[in-house]
């Protein structure tokens, strides 16, 4: 699978950029998201780096057949109807595994969102875990991870810094991306 993401990415003139190095357990904060496309050069960047990682999706999602193939790239279902805290029950992950790397897309939509939600802010605040900011800017062909960010607590300060981070990177869609 390495040789053939290789050869995707060289033969469409993508490259990788790897500032940092990745913790055994994050949140990857990953943007601009607003495309389909993003899973699929998000998987290729994966396979190239061997990554394990996991991601939320919508239940709907997990039916099948496309269901199995989500939980085998590591998809998580999520019931937006449930009660129970997302944040306590990925942190109670966190907390049992030696290895849990979580991909959340902030924006929450391929949609243009001018509210980030901020789920995988709590999430590493009570899993005690690093944001790993991760971008696909297709402007620059270019896709990795940026910056290894610890949270302070003071979510306002935070988000402003870590949206700072994404002002020059470019979605497929441009217009669906606000920071």
């Known amino acids: 699978m390495k040789f053939i993401s290789e050869s995707i990415l060289k033969y469409k003139g993508w ?3 790897n500032d940092i190095d990745l913790p055994d357990k994050c949140v990857i904060c990953i943007a ?15 396979h190239l780096l061997h990554l394990r990682v996991n991601f939320l999706m919508k239940k709907e999602w997990f039916k099948f057949p496309l269901g199995n193939i989500m939980r085998v790239l590591g998809g998580i279902a999520v019931d937006r109807s ?7 029950s990925l942190a109670e992950i966190f907390s049992q595994r030696t290895l849990f790397r979580l991909v959340v ?10 509210e980030w939600k ?4 709590f ?14 800017d297709y402007n620059k062909k270019e896709m990795g991870f940026g910056k290894l ?23 497929k869609f441009p217009e669906r991306f606000h920071v």
């Not at 601009?32 to 994966?46: A, K, L």
């Not at 897309?105 to 001018?114: F, S």
């Not at 901020?118 to 802010?121: I, V």
């Open 149 to 171: 960010f610890v949270p302070t607590g003071d979510l306002d300060n935070d988000m402003m810094e870590i949206m700072a981070f994404y002002k020059d990177k470019k979605g």
């Open 82 to 88: 449930q009660k129970a805290s997302l944040t306590d």
């Open 15 to 17: 490259k990788l950029v």
């Open 32 to 46: 601009p998201h607003t495309s389909n496309w993003d899973f699929f050069w998000g998987n290729i960047f994966r």
């Open 123 to 136: 999430i590493t605040l009570k899993a005690q875990v690093p944001i790993v900011l991760a971008f696909i």
């Open 118 to 121: 901020k789920g995988f802010y």
């Open 105 to 114: 897309a902030p924006e929450g939509t391929r949609q243009l969102n001018t």
